[in-house]
C-alpha cells in the first residue's frame, strides 16, 4: 500500500498529451466535489469539467473556483439532476449524448442522507436509487462516450465511490428490499450489488475500465443522518479523512495507468482489493437481470 506522499506524488504526475473530459455525478459536495477540485487543480484548469447534482447554486460556486484554463481550451459546467428518479437519469444522459464526443472520467457519488426508506415517484426506494441504480444507469447510458475515449486512444474509466470490497450475502428473494428495508441492509445489500455491476459491465466492454472504490469514514455532510452524529462531530472528526485526502487517494485509483481496463475494487486508500466471496454465478445473473429490469438499461 503506498504511503500518502506517494499518492500525491503520482496524482501531481498525471500529464495526458491530450485534454481531458470529467462528468462528475454529485459533484456538489463531498468526496465528489473535492475530485473534481482535485483534477481542475492538477491539471490547471486544462480539462473538461462536468458537474452533475441538485444544487446549482454550489455547482457553479465551486466551477467558480477552478483554475481558470487558457481561452478556448476547455470548458467547466453544471448540469441540474435530481438522480433519485430514473427518467431525469436518462434525460441527462440524452443531453450529455449531443454535447460531447467523450468521456474520460465518469465518477459517480451521489448519496442521500438516510435513516429511514423514501419511497421515489417511480416506486423505487430513495437510498437504494442514488446508491446503485442511477449509478449503473448514467454508466451504461454513457458506454458510447466512454468507447469513444477509448477509439481515440485515450483513458476511459467510470468510477463509483461506495463500497469497494465491501458487502453481503444478497437475499436473492428480496431483490430490491421490497420486504425488509434498514440502512444497515440497504449499505450492504447495494454494496454487493455494485460488485455484480462493475464485473458484469467490465466483461461486456473489456476495454473500459469500470472500477468500485471505498472511501472510509470522511467528514461530509452525509455523515449528518442523526442528531447525535452530528452533537459528537468535533470529536469524530478526527477519526475521519477530509474531503480533499479522501479525492487524492480516489484519484490516484482513478488515474493509475495499469489500470487501464477491466474491473477494479479498491479499498478506502487506493490500495486493490476484491469484490469477495458473496458474487457467486448465481448471484450475478440474478442480480444482473434485477438490475436491467429496474434501471430500464435498454
Not at 262 to 283: A, C, H, L, M, N
Amino acid at each position: 500500500m503506498p504511503s500518502f506522499s506517494t499518492v500525491k506524488a503520482s496524482n501531481a504526475s498525471y500529464a495526458p498529451s491530450y485534454i481531458p473530459t470529467a462528468v462528475f455525478v454529485g459533484g456538489t459536495s463531498g468526496i465528489g466535489q473535492a475530485m473534481a477540485e482535485l483534477l481542475a487543480r492538477l491539471l490547471n484548469g486544462r480539462v473538461n469539467i462536468i458537474i452533475i447534482g441538485r444544487n446549482k447554486i454550489a455547482g457553479e460556486r465551486i466551477i467558480a473556483g477552478f483554475p481558470a484554463p487558457p481561452s478556448g481550451e476547455a470548458k467547466h459546467e453544471f448540469l441540474q439532476c435530481d438522480a433519485g428518479e430514473l427518467k431525469n437519469v436518462h434525460e441527462v444522459s440524452k443531453l450529455l449524448l449531443q454535447k460531447l464526443d467523450k468521456i474520460n472520467f465518469l465518477v459517480l457519488s451521489p448519496s442521500p442522507n438516510v435513516t429511514h426508506a423514501i419511497p421515489t415517484p417511480e416506486g423505487l426506494e430513495l437510498a437504494m436509487v442514488l446508491r446503485y441504480y442511477a449509478r449503473v444507469k448514467f454508466m451504461y447510458e454513457l458506454l458510447p462516450l466512454l468507447k469513444n475515449a477509448r477509439n481515440k486512444g485515450e483513458d476511459a474509466r467510470a468510477m463509483t465511490v461506495f463500497a469497494g470490497g465491501l458487502g453481503w450475502k444478497v437475499d436473492l428473494n428480496d431483490l430490491g428490499l421490497k420486504k425488509k428495508w434498514s440502512m444497515f441492509r440497504m449499505t450492504l445489500q447495494t454494496g454487493t450489488y455494485t460488485h455484480v455491476a462493475i464485473k458484469a459491465l467490465s466483461e461486456q466492454n473489456p476495454d473500459i475500465a469500470f472500477m468500485h472504490i471505498y472511501p472510509g469514514t470522511v467528514d461530509t455532510p452525509a455523515n449528518n443522518i442523526h442528531w447525535i452524529v452530528t452533537a459528537l462531530h468535533p470529536v469524530l472528526k478526527h477519526l475521519m479523512w477530509t474531503p480533499a485526502d479522501c479525492a487524492e487517494n480516489m484519484m490516484y485509483a482513478l488515474l493509475k495507468p495499469e489500470f487501464s481496463a477491466g474491473g477494479y475494487w479498491f479499498g478506502r486508500k487506493g490500495d486493490q482489493t476484491t469484490p469477495g466471496s458473496y458474487i457467486t454465478e448465481e448471484v450475478i445473473k440474478k442480480v444482473w437481470e434485477h438490475t436491467v429490469e429496474v434501471a430500464q438499461l435498454h
